[in-house]
């Protein structure tokens, strides 16, 4: 490939690694949240994080793409650029799987530990926080980097909104070369080795935080 095609791959791979870092913490925060608000007292909230966790994890992530980036302008008027619409749609999809994570590594939590906060007059706020999180998160890293790495592969997704992702630049290049076997080698290379060092960091950090725990 030519330095010009090279340069319109790597600008497609930097609006891919953008796209799942947005994504990402979107979904991470809708995840700590649902999550939490399963294992709530009231029966109300968990069943308005049930709900929002069924309704996104029984959709398509592509249809839900869809639907932000075509529908909302219609339907609301609210037209979303290709970066936000991609960032919402996947964020709540896969914070929606984030927080069945999130809600089963709570439940896993020894029950003496949060009686034992309850005996220490600890707010639920600080049950969460002080006692329940700092045990539970370490148990979260392996669920949550799988899941991170199927949001990269998600993130090929938002080509279809026309956004210059890695997919969508990869496909102008081959189009322009008419060489699909050695332009889609490039893109399963590149997605590799971004997924390589994610996996890689969730690791150190997994290993840190159970350091942590055990001190």
Request: proline share 3%.
């Amino acid at each position: 490939m030519t330095a010009g095609l090279w340069e319109l791959v790597l600008r497609g791979a930097g609006t891919t690694v953008q796209l799942l870092v947005y994504s990402a913490l979107l979904a991470a925060v809708v995840a700590f949240v649902a999550g939490a608000a399963r294992t709530h007292r009231s029966r109300l909230v968990r069943f308005v994080a049930a709900l929002y966790t069924e309704v996104f994890r029984g959709t398509s992530a592509l249809v839900m793409i869809f639907w932000v980036f075509f529908v909302l302008p219609v339907a609301f008027g609210w037209q979303l650029v290709p970066m936000w619409a991609g960032t919402l749609a996947l964020g709540l999809t896969y914070g929606a799987y984030g927080a069945e994570i999130v809600r089963g590594a709570l439940v896993a939590v020894d029950p003496a530990q949060r009686e034992g906060g309850i005996a220490l007059g600890f707010s639920p706020w600080q049950r969460l926080r002080l006692i329940l999180l700092p045990q539970a998160v370490p148990e979260m890293i392996p669920s949550f980097s799988n899941l991170l790495v199927e949001l990269l592969k998600g993130t090929a997704l938002v080509s279809i909104t026309g956004m210059g992702d890695l997919a969508f630049s990869g496909n102008l290049v081959r189009l322009a070369l008419q060489q699909s076997g050695q332009i889609y080698a490039y893109l399963l290379l590149i997605y590799f080795v971004i997924a390589f060092l994610l996996t890689r960091g969730m690791r150190g950090l997994e290993r840190r935080l159970k350091a942590e725990v055990a001190r």
